[in-house]
Each structure stands twice: as C-alpha cells, then as structure tokens.
C-alpha cells in the first residue's frame, strides 16, 4: 500500500510542476470557501481532538498547538487567499546568459517534486502545508500527530474535495498517513520522495534524520534569545521582550533567555520584572538574582527551549560576550538585539550565526505569512537550500536550460569557436 502511494505522488508531482497559475489559485481559493463552509465541522472534530488531549493530560503547550479555533480558520482563509495572490515561483527565470552567439542559457525555477511532511500538534499546518505544496507545483504526504488525528482527517478530505472539484490533474497530489509504521515506511522510499520536513520535537527530528537516506529540512530547537544593550531604550525593550515571550510562549519562535548588558540591568531588570509578574516564571543568573527577586537559573537553563511561560536571564559585559553566548547555546533559529546604538546593531546582525536575526523587535516575528511568504512548511536552521522560514522560494530548486542551433563541443576544444559570455535581461 505504501509504493502504491509514494508511487502515486510521484506521478502527481510530474503533472502538478506543470499545472498553470490560474489553476492553482484557484484551488488555493475553493479551499478557503471549503473552510468557511464547513467551519463548524472543523471546529467538532477539533473539539474531539481537544478532549483525548485532556483525557491524556498533554502539557498546556502542546494542548495550546492542538486547538483549532475560530480566530485559527479566520487566518488560514486570510493565509490562502494571501497565497493566491502571490506571484508563482515556478518558472521564474534566476540567470540567462549567452555562452557564445545562438547559445543561450537559462536557470529556471522548478518544483522540488515529492515532499514528506511530519509534524505534531498543530492541525492548522495541514492546511498551511498543502496549500504552499499547491501553489509550488510540489506533490505532498502529510503526517498528522496522532492528538490531532480527527482534525486533521477532516482538513484532508476537505483540501481533497476542492481540488478534485478545480482540475483533475491534482490527483493524488495531496496525501496523508496517519500511522508511525506509515511513516517508518515513508522513510525508505528515498527513490520516490524528494524532501523530508519534520515540524516538532528535537526527538522527532533526529528520529527521522538517523533513520532515512531522503534529505531533510528543518530545525531540532527553538531556542531564541533577544539582547538588551547598554543602549537599549527600556519601555520599549520591556515591550517587546514581553511580546516575545508572552505573545505566544508554545511557539518556535518565543524568546526563551533574555541577555541584558550590566550597565542598563539596574534599571531593566526592575521594569521586566514588574511587567512579567504573576504570568512568567524568571529564573536569573547570580547576577541578576543580587537585582531582583526570581528563581536561580541552572546550567541547563541557558540550553533549554520552554515553550512554556518562564524565561531566563542572564547578565553579560558586552555585545561582544551576548554574541559568543548565543552562538553557543543558540539553535540558530532567530535572535534579537534590542538597542539604539546602529553600530551596536550592526554588529550583532552580523556576527549572530542565526537563521533569523532582528534589529529592536520580537522575536515572534519568524514566521512564513509575517515574511508575506503565504505561510511556511516550516523554519529551517540548516545552510544548504533554505534558510528560516520555508515558503513558496523554499519548495523550489533550479533546472539549466540550454538553448543552441547545433553547436558542439568539438568546436570550443579546438578553438574554432569560443565561449563570450554576456549576461542577458
């Protein structure tokens, strides 16, 4: 049963790299009307989803990714309408060059072809992933986790209906699996499936990089930081490290230590704490604990991603030490510097090794649809591909195209005729 699909995908994935923009935007569109029109479904199937969870006793975290409420639609329908809008990466031209008189070059975007999607949790990113596999011409095969089995049941008979109703050729296109022998399977069908994507724990990234030859895309950690200078201004710094942490706290993307510069500590740390109190946990260095009264932070802490409303803090000398630390104990994923020296910023842009890295702002900004991406299948941390947050730009790569009038190679070895390269509009 698994060749069958993987098999089906993969002739999906050769008609859906061809299949027109209009076309997908449409179906990108009856997909936001399907969701509108069978809101209340969606919602009882989540509610379903809601209760096992509970039944289970998940951490509020993952209880908080699992729900699938009204605001979640409203944004997936504002998300695919977006995406509709959105110029279609396939096809566009990246390089033409002329080699030599009627010898043309080109590098083309093109789909990547069959993608493997596992991700926990949150169902909305069914929804979101297909729709970004859609709009690039890739096929997909979605891997729900088993406390979101109801909803996303519902998500891919509801994506399935709109595209059989656009256009025929989308058959197969979109698929999912709902077992971890299914996915243990998927795993060895390096033949047929392109890209692997696993949105979730650091456990469920390794597990799928250590057990499949298919590349993978996609981060272990969410272990962001946002540094205070000495030259930071306050309020506007309490603001935006409590929206960093608060905003969202379940997220990838949540500041998870905060680095303050001795100098403005005095002064900050009262301010944040004041801010913070009753609704975040603060665990300090020695330091920060001789400035206010919180928790003390161990060693593990500065190497330990939350996702929950506690937040550490530690108080460093210089730029220079926030940088070093964080490249440390960082994961890559987004960092920010708070601070109205440029310099300062400048060189905390530069020298941060981060996917995401952010001048005076909150760290919840890593996101597909904030980039105005359409949404994301996921953030990346690794250097090869994508980087950060993985849209449409993402989901492609590049073929050469190569346009002569009979040329050969003879010819340039023997200095009968030679290569002028001129780059062409």
Known sequence: MMEALVKAAREASFRTAVIETEVKNRALLKIAEALQARRSEIEAANDEDMRRAAADKLTPALVDRLRLDGHKIDSLVTGLKSLAELPDPV??????????????????????????????????????????????????????????????????????????????????????????????????????????????????????????????????????????????????????????????????????????????????????????????????????????????????????????????????ASAEEAIEFINRHGSRHTDAVLTENRETAALFLRKVDSASVYHNCSTRFADGFRYGFGAEVGISTHKIHARGPVGLEGLTIYKYLLHGDGQIVGDYVSGKSSFHYKDLK
């Not at 230590?257 to 609704?279: C, E, M, N, Y």
């Open 91 to 316: 096809g566009a031209v990246q390089l033409k060059r002329e080699l030599d008189t009627g010898l043309v070059l080109e590098r083309i975007a093109v789909p990547i072809g069959v993608i493997g999607v596992i991700f926990e949790a949150r169902p909305e990113a069914f929804i979101q992933i297909a729709a970004l596999c859609i709009k690039s011409g890739n096929a997909v095969i979605l891997k729900g986790g088993r406390e979101a089995a109801s909803s996303v049941r519902l998500l891919n008979e509801i994506v399935n209906d709109a595209l059989a109703a656009t256009d025929s050729r989308f058959e197969a296109a979109v698929q999912s699996v709902a077992s971890r022998e299914e996915v243990n399977a998927l795993l060895k069908f390096d033949r047929y499936i392109d890209l692997m994507i696993p949105r979730g724990s650091n456990r469920l990234v390794r597990s799928i990089i250590e057990n499949t030859k298919i590349p993978v895309l996609g981060h272990a950690d969410g272990l962001c930081h946002t540094y205070v200078d000495a030259d930071a201004d306050i309020a506007k710094a309490v603001r935006v490290v409590t929206d960093a942490k608060c905003q969202y706290p379940a997220a990838c993307n949540a500041t998870e230590t905060v680095l303050v510069h001795s100098r403005i500590a005095p002064a900050f740390l009262p301010a944040l704490k004041a801010a913070l109190d009753g609704k975040v946990e603060l665990r300090g260095c020695p330091e920060t604990l001789k400035l206010i009264s919180v928790n003390p932070a161990s060693d593990d802490d500065w190497d330990e991603e939350y996702n929950d409303l506690i937040l550490s803090i530690k108080i460093v």
